[in-house]
């Protein structure tokens, strides 16, 4: 108990307490400016725009592919119901390489989607590929579970009573699993705003159009800029709290409504 | 009867009542899924290996031969094996505390252990270079007494142990709470020391947890980029950990060296969903066995999701 206690406070407490004790230093003035310079907020933009779009996929897939994970069978399900972790176990610097060389020219995928005009490496919509890798895991094994131990004797009676199965669907099960959907696409939403290692690897870091938030940081730090960095950061870790709030509240809605 | 078997009777079964879906339609999303998991997670582990062989085995085996990329090797172990200890320890006591006793600020403790997944890895490097670097707090004293933490092996350390330290601890949490106080409560009245019963009743209990959660502890480990980028001072040979080898050959337009260390840790990460899968199924067998004998543990949660985040 005791060790838990100091263990945490070294480790976590003190160096989050250091870091807003500096912000402490800057005046209102001094902390806006740097926070809210246009570049950083391109860089929010950019982040957040990206975040969203990539978790609203995952939110959109995930479901698929919990769904057809839970209920079907076919050949190779196991493999890659194992593979769905692989986000979480891959490093996301090695998940960055990966990515960019696939969505290149000449990459495997590039090589198709280029001449289509779909320029996948080193663009925003690579910043949106590589969160979307990055989060893929979060919607599916919140849902997983969910639908695992979902009675179909009401899908039944739903379809007994005549409805089709279309109208099962959005009456019956999309009410029941919403609020894991909803906790999967908080989670990978709140994971992609953070994310940075595969990030810079696919897009093309170009302020003011493919540069994002984390990055920004890193590059005040290059510049000794320490105050810049750490508005940025106190923006970011200040939305990590918003979201993880929201993230415990729809939990506890979720196991509520499962009750 | 094989497995296969098995589960296509079970198919078929439930396919002949409920209601379901057309075989069109079913093929359709099956289809998709199947294509979405393919994009995103087959072909980017396939490319990894077939980028690294690319020219062949020699050239992939003389680009792991780099004293720089052995020495990254040699880092990433290193940290590793300090900080999976570190934590598993930390994770051990802080599950036992939060599960067996009630005390108040409870729920701000649990807070505490998660916000290294709430918050950005680059954040987190952040941290401690305003605490201990030289234009930090403890930075200046430090240099004084000659200690190096920033840009030095010590500061990746620290970095991974702040990353990866809620891995152990989230996982053992809903297994400790699950198995309650009952059996230790047993112990200790027949005359069990406390250390004795931690051993010998409280830690089998949860063995497979706590495995899975090391395991877990170590790929992130092992692979973490941001935090540890932020405070390394990217030295070859010196500070670079694996990933950042990776890093630092792709910006040097070496394509087929920074596939084969990437590819090393594509290793790793299957190494680490073959266990955790195997773990999975363990502990579903033992659940089921509890089953059969009547005493399944009423809410012993398989692992979902909050195990990683």
Not at chain 2, 15 to 43: D, K, N, S, Y
Not at chain 2, 208 to 231: D, Q
Not at chain 2, 241 to 248: F, G, S, Y
Not at chain 2, 257 to 285: C, D, G, H, M, P
Request: net charge neutral; proline share 4%; aromatic share 12%.
């Amino acid at each position: 108990m005791g060790y838990t206690l100091v263990y945490l406070s070294v480790i976590v407490l003190l160096p989050t307490a250091a870091l807003f004790l500096r912000l402490l230093g800057l005046s209102w003035g001094e902390f806006w400016q740097l926070a809210a310079s246009d570049r950083a907020l391109a860089a929010y933009r950019l982040t957040f725009g990206a975040s969203f779009v990539a978790a609203l996929l995952n939110a959109l897939f995930g479901t698929l592919v919990a769904w057809v994970l839970v209920r079907y069978e076919f050949p190779g399900k196991r493999l890659f119901d194992a593979l769905v972790d692989l986000p979480f176990a891959l490093p996301t610097a090695v998940a960055g390489l990966t990515l960019s060389s696939l969505f290149a020219a000449n990459g495997w995928l590039g090589r198709w989607l280029v001449p289509l005009g779909i320029q996948g490496a080193y663009t925003r919509l690579g910043v949106v590929i590589a969160l979307t890798f990055i989060g893929l895991p979060f919607v599916v094994r919140t849902l997983q579970p969910v639908l695992q131990g979902f009675e179909t004797e009401v899908e039944e009676a739903a379809a007994t009573l005549g409805a089709g199965r279309w109208r099962t669907f959005l009456t019956i099960i999309a009410p029941t699993l919403l609020p894991a959907v909803l906790t999967g696409f908080a989670l990978a939403f709140a994971r992609a705003i953070g994310e940075y290692g595969s990030v810079i690897f696919i897009a093309g870091n170009k302020p003011f159009e493919s540069e994002i938030a984390p990055l920004l940081i890193v590059i005040r730090l290059e510049e000794f800029n320490y105050a810049g960095a750490i508005a940025i950061a106190v923006v970011l870790l200040a939305l990590s709290f918003v979201l993880l709030a929201v993230i415990n509240l729809l939990e506890r809605w979720a196991s509520a409504w499962q009750r | 009867m094989s497995g296969a078997a098995k589960s296509r009777l079970l198919a078929q079964r439930t396919r002949g009542h409920g209601p379901e879906e057309g075989g069109l339609a079913r093929r359709f999303l099956i289809g998709a899924a199947v294509l979405f998991l393919t994009v995103f997670l087959v072909l980017p582990l396939v490319n990894v290996f077939w980028q690294a062989l690319a020219k062949g085995g020699r050239a992939y085996l003389a680009a792991l031969a780099e004293p720089d990329t052995i020495a990254a090797a040699k880092l990433t172990l290193l940290v590793a094996a300090i900080a999976v200890p570190l934590n598993t320890v930390f994770g051990v006591a802080a599950a036992w505390a939060i599960a067996k006793f009630q005390f108040r600020g409870k729920a701000f403790l649990i807070t505490l252990i998660d916000l290294p997944f709430a918050i950005s890895p680059v954040v987190a490097g952040l941290i401690y270079l305003v605490l201990f670097g030289m234009q930090g707090y403890l930075g200046p004293w430090l240099d004084a007494h000659g200690i190096r933490i920033v840009f030095n092996v010590s500061g990746i350390v620290l970095a991974t142990v702040f990353v990866t330290f809620p891995f152990v601890a989230r996982e053992l949490i809903p297994v400790m709470q699950a198995t309650g106080t009952d059996q230790e409560q047993a112990a200790l009245t027949l005359g069990a020391s406390g250390w004795r019963t931690f051993w010998q009743v409280t830690l089998p209990s949860v063995k497979w947890g706590l495995l899975y959660g090391v395991i877990l502890c170590n790929a992130r480990a092992m692979g973490e980029f941001g935090a540890v980028s932020v405070l390394s001072g990217h030295i070859a040979g010196e500070t670079d950990t694996l990933p950042l080898r990776v890093d630092k050959l792709y910006h040097e337009f070496n394509a087929t060296s920074a596939f084969a260390v990437a590819s090393l840790l594509a290793v790793i990460a299957l190494l680490t969903l073959f266990v955790k899968t195997y773990l999975e199924w363990q502990q579903q067998r033992a659940f089921a066995r509890a089953e059969q004998a009547g005493s399944a543990p009423a809410d012993n949660e398989l692992p979902t999701r909050d195990d990683w985040l």
